[in-house]
């Protein structure tokens, strides 16, 4: 773990550069603690990353870096095996506009895609994008399929896309490049938190 100053009123606080779940838990740890602190404007957790926004008035950069030592190691002893919420997404793969195309990519029948995209458990590894838009890993390697080379002007609020071997909602209509694969009525993004787990439910 090191810390950086990203600009005059926030640090970076960065973790290995893998995208896995030991890493995860690291930077989930971490978020927690930090919100605790007193004065932290805003944080911004991603893959192995953490942005830290702070009031400049109330911290200088030496005491706060010390501060975020010992609230991350004090987290870390606390809650050693911290886990976050388990949240159930319903899902009608009848409305994927690009299943069929994945099944035919991959050898697949529609079917199997669905099959193997609701038997992953996924995590939260990060929130952006927009205004909780969940980037979900690991997608099973068998249906990991690429970014459209196009973006599509409108995807609809409650599709369920894959990109790559990541998974996500969109939560508000939007231009978007993922494969969309499903919808749901889902609406609860804002509940959404770094290391949480998420199923896919197909209905």
């Known amino acids: 773990m090191k810390i950086e100053t990203a600009s005059v009123d926030s640090f970076i606080l960065y973790f290995e550069e893998r995208i896995c779940e030991e890493v995860l838990d690291k930077v989930q740890h971490a978020y927690h603690a930090l919100k605790k602190l007193p004065y932290i404007i805003n944080l911004t957790p991603s893959y192995h990353s953490i942005l830290i926004e702070y ?7 030496t005491s706060l870096k010390a501060l975020i030592e010992e609230a991350i190691a004090t987290e870390s002893s606390l809650n050693a095996h911290r886990q976050g919420k388990r949240i159930e997404i319903p899902v009608d793969y009848s409305k994927g506009l690009d299943i069929e195309r994945i099944a035919l990519l991959h050898n697949l029948t529609p079917a199997e ?10 995590r939260v590894y990060a929130i952006g994008f927009m205004v909780g838009f969940a980037y979900l890993a690991k997608v099973d390697d068998a249906i990991a399929t690429p ?3 196009t973006p599509r002007k409108k995807v609809p609020k409650g599709s369920v896309a894959i990109a790559e071997t990541q ?15 499903g919808h749901t009525e889902f609406d609860d993004y804002a509940s959404f938190e770094i290391g949480d787990s998420v ?3 197909a209905i």
């Open 199 to 201: 199923r896919f439910i």
């Open 55 to 61: 009031d400049i008035f109330k911290y200088d950069t």
């Open 167 to 181: 998974t996500a909602v969109y939560p508000q209509e939007s231009t978007g490049g993922w494969n969309i694969i």
């Open 147 to 149: 970014r459209l080379g």
């Open 113 to 122: 895609v669905i099959a193997k995209h609701t038997a992953q458990t996924y």
